[in-house]
């Protein structure tokens, strides 16, 4: 089956890489990969489900925008400093 999947050029480096190395294509590799992985999540238990404290007020804190991570760590980082 014929799929697209995006992955960072770092690690499509590395797929083409070992692609060569092994006289396969990167299909191959990608399927070796996630074959492998799936083997190992299958042998290992399943974690509890955690539960994360909250404050009660719900949502988020004004200015806090979860798809710029820059911005979150700056405001995180002012939360650390002596007030």
Do not use: F, I, Y
């Not at 994360?52 to 760590?73: F, I, K, M, T, W």
Request: proline share 5%.
């Amino acid at each position: 089956m014929r799929t697209t999947v995006t992955l960072d050029d770092a690690l499509l480096a590395d797929v083409k890489r070992l692609a060569a190395e092994r006289g396969t294509s990167m299909s191959e590799v990608v399927e070796d990969a996630l074959r492998e992985s799936l083997a190992r999540r299958r042998g290992l238990p399943r974690r509890a489900r955690v539960e994360l404290p909250v404050d009660g007020r719900g949502g988020l804190q004004p200015g806090v925008d979860l798809d710029d991570s820059a911005a979150l760590l700056d405001l995180m980082e002012q939360d650390d400093r002596p007030r």
